[in-house]
Nanobody, 126 residues
C-alpha cells in the first residue's frame, strides 16, 4: 500500500524557481521509481521527469532538460523536483506518481505508474 503526496506549488514569475516535494509512504521499500507529470487545462497529462529507486537513473522531457532536476532522499521517502528558469508554458497541475514495482530504471509513460498524488498547482506568470 502506497500513499503519494506532493506539495510546493505556487505562483512564480517567468525565470523564477520552484521546488516541488513528493512524499511516498506506506508498507513499502524506499526504492520505487517516482515520476513527475503535469497537465495544463485542455491538454493531456505529460511526463516531466522520473527517478529510479536507487537514484542512479533519471529521465527528463525535452521541454524541461537543463532547467529541471529530480532527486530523492530514500531515507526520508522524499523525491524533489527543482524547477529553474520557469516559463509560462510550465504552468500546469503537477503530479507525483509511484511505480508499484521496484525497478532500476524509470520512464515517462504515465501508464507505468500505479499510485498518484492529488496534484499541486504551478503557475508561471508576470
Amino acid at each position: 500500500q502506497l500513499q503519494v503526496v506532493e506539495s510546493g506549488g505556487g505562483l512564480v514569475q517567468p525565470g523564477g524557481s520552484l521546488r516541488l516535494s513528493c512524499r511516498v509512504s506506506g508498507f513499502t521499500l524506499n526504492y520505487h521509481p517516482i515520476g513527475w507529470f503535469r497537465q495544463a487545462p485542455g491538454k493531456e497529462r505529460e511526463g516531466v521527469s522520473c527517478i529510479s529507486g536507487s537514484a542512479g537513473w533519471t529521465n527528463y522531457a525535452d521541454s524541461v532538460k537543463g532547467r529541471f532536476t529530480v532527486s530523492r532522499d530514500n531515507a526520508k521517502r522524499m523525491v524533489y523536483l527543482q524547477m529553474n528558469s520557469l516559463k509560462p508554458e510550465d504552468t500546469a497541475t503537477y503530479y507525483c506518481a509511484a511505480d508499484s514495482s521496484v525497478r532500476s530504471m524509470c520512464g515517462l509513460s504515465l501508464y507505468a505508474y500505479d499510485y498518484w498524488g492529488q496534484g499541486t498547482q504551478v503557475t508561471v506568470s508576470s
